[in-house]
């Protein structure tokens, strides 16, 4: 008979990250249940519809039904026994009213809105994994419990499977003093940047990029910089800058005028910037790089000419970070690697969940 821990996963968004986390759980959860002696057992699965719930866990082919239909872009409201309308702040409580206890929640949702339901969550003694970084980069005033709560893990939020946040936690907790932080941290822009490099034009390394998947269908919510500024402050946080958004100087790769166009408008006049990103290559030495460079006081986050750093040698979409310390100032502390990507991200989740139910009693 299994001695292990049970840890109840309540899993919110199944996306890309969401399916393959669920993938890799399933696949994991024996050897982690024999190694470190807790069973991580999914007992409901949400997306932006409704809920399946089993207290007692999902089984293999209830959680195998529920990939395969998010996969035909099928709601879980429409699988056996599911909970239409159930989610957010009201699925949580209904999980505490339905006795379940010690949970972990996970959001890996896109979403705005999931700040009420997640702090519910620890209000209830549950922990809370995120892959989404909208919580946390939302107003300090909001966001400053996950922060601070012990029962809060992010990894994933910020160069995806590299171990970004816990390096820098490691650093700030270890009596560390962090000066300065510096990174390439979207891959799509990575992409774009190494494109240009090799003398491709904007507007069609934009149209490859979105053809490919490798942007949003919205190629604007890549080029506003939003995704990079929000990652930036999720480092900005765990350094200890209390900032907020507004502390950040955000260039987006377009300009102000081309905001409000319907993508389609947007994507027809996108050859317009072609010539202003040539002469923009061709006015300076070095590698266009869409860099986020943060200090105490704030930062910038856009397209910069860099020659001497670690982030001129950057191909494609890996992603670079470089944290400048009390302990590291010569010679500064850098990741790079893989900064995106489905499997990576979901590692990065289910270590979070494993590193959470290691610690819950
Ligand atoms: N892809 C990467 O490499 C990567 C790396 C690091 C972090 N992330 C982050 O990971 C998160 C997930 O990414 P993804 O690519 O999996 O996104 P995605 O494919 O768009 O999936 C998002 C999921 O969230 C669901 N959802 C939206 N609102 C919800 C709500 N209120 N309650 C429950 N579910 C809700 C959606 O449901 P519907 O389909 O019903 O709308 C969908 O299933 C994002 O925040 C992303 O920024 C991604």
Not at 69 to 91: E, K, R, V, Y
Not at 137 to 163: D, I, K, S
Not at 318 to 328: D, E, G, I, P, S
Request: aromatic share 6%; glycine share 8%; with cysteine.
């Amino acid at each position: 008979m299994s001695t292990s821990r049970r840890i109840p996963v309540i899993v919110l968004g199944i996306g890309n990250i969401g399916r393959a986390f669920l993938t890799q759980l399933t696949r994991a959860r024996s050897t982690l249940s024999t190694r470190y002696g807790v069973d991580l057992v999914p007992v409901i699965l949400a997306d932006v519809g409704g809920a399946i719930i089993n207290p007692a866990g999902l089984s293999d082919s209830v959680l195998e039904a529920a990939v395969s239909a998010q996969i035909n872009w099928q709601s879980l409201a429409g699988q056996p026994n599911a909970q239409p309308d159930l989610t957010g702040l009201d699925l949580i409580r209904y999980a505490a009213e339905h006795g379940i206890e010690h949970a972990v929640v996970v959001d890996v949702t896109a979403s705005e809105g999931m700040t009420p339901a997640l702090l519910q969550a620890l209000q209830q003694g549950y922990g809370v994994v995120l892959a989404n970084k909208r919580p946390l980069a939302g107003p300090w005033a909001n966001a400053q419990t996950f922060f601070h709560h012990t029962r809060v893990r992010f990894e994933a939020t910020v160069g995806a499977g590299l171990p970004v946040n816990t390096t820098l936690r490691y650093l700030v907790d270890t009596g560390d003093v962090v000066h300065r932080i510096q990174g390439a941290l979207s891959g799509t822009l990575g992409y774009l940047c190494s494109s240009l490099e090799d003398g491709e034009i904007f507007s069609s390394i934009v149209n490859t990029a979105r053809a490919k998947g490798y942007t949003e269908p919205d190629p604007r919510e890549d080029l506003s910089g939003i995704d990079v500024a929000r990652k930036a402050l999720i480092m900005a946080r765990l350094a200890g800058w209390e900032l907020d958004m507004d502390a950040l100087r955000v260039d987006p790769l377009y300009p102000d005028a081309m905001r409000d166009l319907s993508v389609d408008e947007f994507m027809a006049q996108l050859p317009q910037l072609d010539s202003d990103f040539a002469a923009y290559m061709g006015a300076t030495s070095g590698v266009p790089r869409y860099m986020a460079e943060i200090d105490a006081n704030g930062g910038t986050v856009s397209l910069k000419m860099v020659s001497q750093q670690l982030a001129a040698q950057l191909r494609g979409t890996v992603n670079q970070v470089t944290f400048w310390t009390k302990r590291y100032t010569d010679l500064p502390l850098s990741l790079l690697g893989p900064g995106a990507g489905m499997e990576v991200t979901a590692a990065a989740v289910l270590q979070d969940c494993l590193s959470l139910a290691q610690t819950t009693n």
